[in-house]
């Protein structure tokens, strides 16, 4: 028996040895460079190497959009399983693990604050919880947002990143899209801007409803954005797609979106949108010449007694 290797280095090696976190660095899916944790939070979740978007959850999102001190509503409860869905586990228990991960009831987070001390009332959605699918709680949830910003003279502002409609509610999900389109009437006939930030990615359902009816159409750098996916498309047109389709900059290119912002500036760029749209305009004042000018016009002619 060697006492030094069996006794005496374990002893060594317990006095030196440290726990690592086993989170503390992130490989990125693009480039597939190592990533300090710190740092990647600091970044925003945005790659340093090469500018890749990551996906981050809902209350990061409002974290780094509203300013301190914002505060989250609590949102109506819908009902938790209207068809009594099940295919290879129950709906009940999908949502019971999603909620548990999450730390939320459903797919969609709100929030009123300010944006660099402008009033807003936020809502976001998280890709983690089923997709972010659109069932009647997100729905809820838009439609609350929505009455929030009208009581509140505030404008609303939507971060999307769905998957669609959430197959376990059936009809149920599929009547969210009206719900949402006449959410967004509701802002709108107020006279608030609705300003729709489409996050990677925004399909189905949510696209084909409110996230396509916004004053301004904004979107993080190469988002997904798209009701069917590439691969169904080209089987229908039977056609190849171009480079790039169905990508943030290809619709920005092509009109569909107003601009693509990176996230470290979406935060200021949403405020100076919500500081214009919500500035009152001012009438100019007329025109009046300078003084000097005043002996240029034409004099009117005096009038003359009429000849008899």
């Known amino acids: 028996m060697n006492w030094i290797s069996d006794w005496a280095l374990p002893k060594i090696s317990g006095l030196f040895k440290r726990d690592v976190p086993e989170n503390l660095w992130h490989k990125c899916p693009a480039c597939e460079q190592m990533i300090f944790r710190r740092d990647l939070e600091t970044a925003l979740h945005v790659c340093p190497h090469c500018g890749h978007h990551m996906r981050i ?22 009902p938790a399983d209207p068809l009594r869905f099940r295919d290879q586990r129950r709906y009940t228990d999908r949502l019971k693990e999603a909620q548990a991960k999450s730390a939320m009831d459903d797919a969609v987070a709100v929030a009123h604050g300010t944006i660099d001390g402008q009033r807003a009332v936020v809502a976001a959605f998280e890709f983690a919880f089923m997709g972010g699918s659109m069932g009647a709680g997100v729905g809820e949830a838009i439609v609350t947002a929505a009455k929030l910003a009208v009581l509140q003279d505030a404008p609303l502002i939507v971060f999307t990143a769905s998957g669609g409609a959430r197959m376990q509610e059936g009809a149920v999900s599929l009547m969210q899209m009206p719900r949402t389109v006449i959410a967004t009437r509701l802002v709108k006939e107020a006279g608030l801007p609705f300003i729709v930030v489409m996050c990677d990615p925004t399909t189905g359902g949510v696209t084909a409803s409110f996230a396509m009816l916004g004053d301004i159409h904004i979107a993080e750098p190469n988002a997904l954005i798209g009701f069917a996916g590439a691969r169904v498309i080209e089987q229908t047109v039977r056609e190849k797609l171009p480079e790039g389709f169905q990508r943030a900059e290809y619709l920005l290119e092509h009109g569909i979106l107003d601009m693509v912002v990176k996230r470290g500036e ?6 100076r949108l919500i500081g214009l749209l919500r500035t009152p305009l001012v009438e100019a004042p007329a025109e009046v010449p300078p003084p000097e000018a005043a002996d240029d016009l034409p004099q009117e002619a005096e009038a003359t007694p009429a000849k008899a």
């Open 266 to 271: 979406m935060r200021a760029t949403l405020a």
């Open 57 to 78: 959850s809902a209350v990061r999102r409002l974290e780094c959009t509203l300013d301190s001190g914002f505060s989250r509503i609590e949102l109506p409860r819908a």
